[in-house]
């Protein structure tokens, strides 16, 4: 197949429809060409921001007859949370917008995942770098740490583990505090514009009820309106624009971590963490795999090696599909990222990619030398910076529970921590070819099929359990076929 397309982005503040096409790693080419947003892009963007608006006015509901339990209370909490778009700078992107119940907790608009990847964030002119990870399970992420005897880093969230726990304990939590500051999402300048915001919503006395009334006794400046309403990032004179007293900070910062420890309660609740998957109901003797599903398990654990890094779980394992540690998997560069344009000053003179096409993502290796130059909720350990090179261009390993979850047949999921792969077939085909199929040339017509580009970044690649697996096409079909028996929703948790 060619990877040519026509990708509608937004751009400066004009709409803009862009031809990428893939080159190699090493050479982007993006070109413009026509000045329309297509009407399927805006209808799917529509209907995520009213199933959105549905989701959060049921929850405000409950929240005005909340439950006595104060774990449920926190649980609701974090929901209505997780579905308020007031929480960004101009009050139009929540943050389910990018992780919605019908695909997993992640993207939920099949032409964004089939082209970019990328999300467009509360300034609908800047995209990140990589496509939106899946809520679901991420709590159940252990705090970064250092691991010896395997030589490794392991737990953490965000595609880099930037978002640690170290700090507060709780990497889920923390991940909840990047997108709220970061310019390219929700892009608020304050992290005390996040509390100032949540302050004025219908689920304060709630918060308060649970977190105490000390959360919002904070004394706000006249301009905090004007201030907050500012897109980000803050002036590097003036990196907390919301100005006030010492005491009066510490209360927002307080509160701030409480606000993003509810969103990580929600996210570890039933409603999102489920394990009700037809998996889940074969282990549990409630069901059978089919022959084809039996067969994709056996390879899974055996041919495919798929468990030395997706682990189904032993002694005192969950079966949670992940290590949690990181992989270089080899993953081509996805030149339909719009941040590969964000290398100008945009409409409000910010530059999220000063680089331009010259950007390689370096992943963990990145966040410990320099952290992340846009979301940062934990800083990197300095007695960690030693692992760099061993970790350049490596990125987590996701889960694989609802990998393939998808509201219908047609639906296209991206994979990859830049999105590159666009089904869940194509991403096993490249784990069982990508060192035997050729390098393709520019525009080749066998891309993903005769050959594939480039790797991104070769630093530290997976030889050892990706490249060569020596998988028949029914073999690769029959991992799929597995893989689908981890969506969560086959059986009920009662």
Same mark, same amino acid.
């Given at each position: 197949m060619?990877?040519?397309?026509? +990708?509608? %982005? *937004?751009?400066?503040?004009?709409?803009?429809?862009?031809?990428?096409?893939?080159?190699?790693?090493?050479? %982007?080419? %993006?070109?413009?060409?026509?000045?329309t947003l297509t009407p399927q892009v805006l209808k799917a963007i529509a209907q !995520?921001?009213?199933?959105? /608006?549905?989701?959060?006015?049921?929850? !405000?509901?409950?929240?005005t007859a909340p439950p006595d339990n104060? +774990?449920?209370?926190?649980?609701?909490?974090?929901?209505?949370? *997780?579905? /308020?778009k007031e929480l960004s700078v101009n009050r139009n992107e929540a943050c389910a917008f990018c992780h919605m119940p019908e695909t997993g907790f992640t993207g939920p608009i099949s032409e964004l995942n089939r082209t970019t990847g990328a999300y467009p964030g509360s300034v609908r002119s800047r995209y990140s770098e990589r496509k939106p990870q899946t809520h679901s399970y991420a709590p159940l992420s252990p705090v970064l740490h250092y691991n010896p005897g395997q030589d490794d880093l +392991?737990?953490?969230? @965000?595609? /880099?583990?930037?978002?640690?726990?170290?700090r507060i304990g709780n990497p889920a939590a923390e991940q909840a505090e990047g997108p709220p500051t970061n310019p390219v999402?929700?892009? *608020?300048? /304050? %992290?005390?514009?996040? +509390?100032?915001?949540?302050?004025?919503?219908?689920?304060?006395?709630? @918060?308060?009820k649970v977190w105490g009334v000390q959360a919002f006794a904070i004394a706000w400046p006249n301009d905090v309106e004007q201030v907050c309403s500012r897109p980000g990032p803050p002036p590097v004179s003036d990196s907390k624009p919301v100005h006030l007293s010492d005491s009066d900070r510490g209360r927002a910062a307080a509160t701030f971590d409480q606000m993003a420890q509810s969103i990580a309660g929600y996210e570890a609740s039933a409603e999102v963490t489920a394990f009700t998957s037809k998996f889940d109901a074969v282990m549990a003797g409630k069901a059978q795999f089919t022959p084809d599903e039996q067969a994709g398990y056996a390879l899974f654990r055996g041919k495919a090696n798929c468990n030395t890094c997706h682990r189904d779980g032993g002694p005192g394992e969950d079966p949670l599909f992940t290590?949690?540690?990181?992989?270089?998997?080899?993953?081509?560069?996805?030149?339909?990222?719009? &941040? &590969? *344009?964000?290398?100008?000053?945009?409409?409000?003179?910010?530059?999220a990619n000063p680089v331009g096409r010259s950007f390689i993502d370096g992943g963990v290796g990145s966040f410990l030398i320099k952290g992340h130059p846009l979301s940062e909720p934990s800083v990197p350990d300095a007695r960690w910076l030693p692992l760099a090179p061993k970790t350049n261009g490596r990125f987590q390993v996701p889960t694989l529970r609802n990998v393939d979850k998808r509201p219908d047949p047609d639906f296209v999921k991206a994979y990859g921590h830049n999105g590159y792969f666009k089904s869940l077939k194509e991403i096993v085909h490249f784990y069982n070819t990508r060192d035997v199929l050729q390098r393709c040339q520019p525009n080749d017509p066998g891309e993903g099929t005769a050959c594939w580009p480039a790797p991104e970044s070769t630093a530290n690649m997976n030889t050892k359990t990706v490249g060569n697996l020596g998988l028949t096409d029914a073999e690769e079909n029959q991992l799929v076929s597995f893989m689908q028996t981890l969506t969560d929703g086959y059986m009920s948790r009662d």
């Open positions: 060619t990877r040519s397309r026509g +990708v509608p %982005i *937004l751009v400066g503040g004009a709409i803009i429809s862009l031809f990428i096409a893939v080159a190699s790693a090493a050479a %982007i080419d %993006i070109e413009p060409t026509s000045a !995520v921001e009213a199933e959105i /608006d549905r989701i959060e006015a049921q929850t !405000v509901e409950r929240v104060q +774990v449920q209370q926190i649980e609701l909490l974090g929901k209505v949370m *997780l579905y /308020d +392991v737990g953490g969230n @965000f595609w /880099d583990m930037r978002a640690t726990g170290r999402e929700m892009g *608020l300048t /304050d %992290i005390a514009c996040v +509390v100032y915001r949540a302050s004025q919503r219908p689920y304060r006395d709630l @918060f308060q290590d949690f540690t990181a992989s270089n998997i080899g993953t081509p560069a996805n030149p339909q990222l719009p &941040y &590969y *344009l964000e290398d100008k000053p945009d409409a409000l003179n910010y530059t």
